[in-house]
């Protein structure tokens, strides 16, 4: 009923980028491109419904017009995906000093993605993806329905994401690696930097685990979190050092090992003990390492110690007593080598 220079403006908020993937897809398929996209912040800091909760504040408004006229030819993913990459590159830096972050920052850039996906609909792939695993439970004739040439809205949602990780993770190592941090180690980071909370849901982390490369269920779940009906939980360096599963202290398998290594000995013995195990382990000064120490100094809840959590905050606990810990150490170890966390110095001038 729209008219034909008409505009549809949805008001759209979910963590789930199912959801995303089936209205952008409803929205093409009834004839719309999206133009333009807008996060709104909508809801009260305050809030019941999202209160200690892994939950956006924002609501993104996209806005839709009627397509002018059906592309007769077929565009390729593969060409799509770098305009995808760079139009939420450039809308990054301006939500961030707007003040958006954590999960809505990752909401927000879903918009200019979709915008660039639905500019050059319909497409196809020119290589074809391998076919993924049958689920537990999934029919026979929904597995042999498969296209390996299809591409959906959730290829410019997960484009969205990785550029968005990329970002986040040279604004929080305040450098530009010249290696990547180790997956596990960007997972956590991540996690904590996205949800801005130890709970959030398992569906969202195995999406962010697949934007690092692991598998949720055989290289997260037991080493650093464990899921509980459809959530996840973090573990502190304490939770994992009671399970056993801290991994080897000189990093060789996650930079993240080290450091947890290092804050729970710090937390049971002194901060002078922690930074002998990581010299011991030879990683005392270890560029991966020091990267990974400021990333997580930034994304990990403050202690009560440094003007952060009460101590009627059990959920955090854990992390802000490991934020304690590995600031305690940055300070005596590491003050030149890694830059004091943004978070810190904004309660300290407050």
């Known amino acids: 009923m729209l008219k034909a220079d008409g505009i549809l403006t949805v008001m759209f908020t979910h963590k789930a980028t199912g959801a995303w993937d089936a209205l952008t897809t409803g929205l093409m398929q009834a004839g719309f491109t999206i133009t333009a996209s807008w996060p709104i912040n909508t809801e009260a800091e305050g809030s019941l419904h999202i209160k200690d909760k892994a939950a956006a504040n924002s609501t993104i408004f996209l806005v839709c017009r009627p397509r002018a006229e059906v592309r007769g030819d077929t565009a390729y993913w593969e060409d799509v995906e770098p305009l995808v990459a760079s139009a ?17 920052l990752y909401l927000s850039c879903f918009g200019p993605a979709l915008e660039a996906f639905a500019a050059h609909w319909p497409m196809r792939r020119g290589q074809p993806l391998p076919q993924p695993a049958r689920r537990r439970g999934q029919p026979q004739a929904e597995a042999d329905d498969w296209d390996p040439y299809a591409v959906t809205p959730e290829d410019a949602l997960n484009a969205a994401r990785r550029e968005v990780k990329r970002t986040r993770l040279e604004r929080l190592t305040h450098k530009k690696l010249q290696e990547p941090l180790d997956p596990l180690t960007e997972w956590y980071i991540l996690a904590w930097d996205a949800f801005e909370a130890p709970q959030f849901p398992a569906d969202e982390g195995a999406k962010l685990a697949r934007v690092v490369g692991l598998d949720l269920e055989a290289d997260v779940i037991g080493r650093v979190a464990e899921k509980r009906s459809s959530e996840l939980i973090l573990w502190d ?35 002078e003990a922690g930074g002998k195990l990581l010299d011991d382990a030879g990683v005392g000064s270890d560029p991966k390492v020091l990267a990974a120490l400021g990333a997580l100094l930034n994304v ?34 590491y003050a030149t080598a890694v830059v004091a966390p943004e978070q810190l110095v904004l309660n300290l001038a407050d």
């Open 88 to 104: 939420v590159a450039q809308r990054i830096a301006e939500y961030e000093a707007a003040g958006i972050r954590g999960v809505d």
């Open 237 to 271: 360096s304490s939770q994992r050092a009671a399970r056993g599963v801290l991994g080897a202290p000189n990093g060789s398998q996650a930079a993240l090992d080290a450091l947890h290594h290092a804050a729970h000995r710090a937390r049971t013995q002194n901060v």
């Open 300 to 333: 990990l809840p403050v202690s009560r110690m440094f003007g952060g959590w009460p101590d009627d905050a059990p959920a955090v606990q854990g992390g802000a007593s490991d934020f304690e810990a590995l600031e305690k150490l940055r300070r005596l170890r």
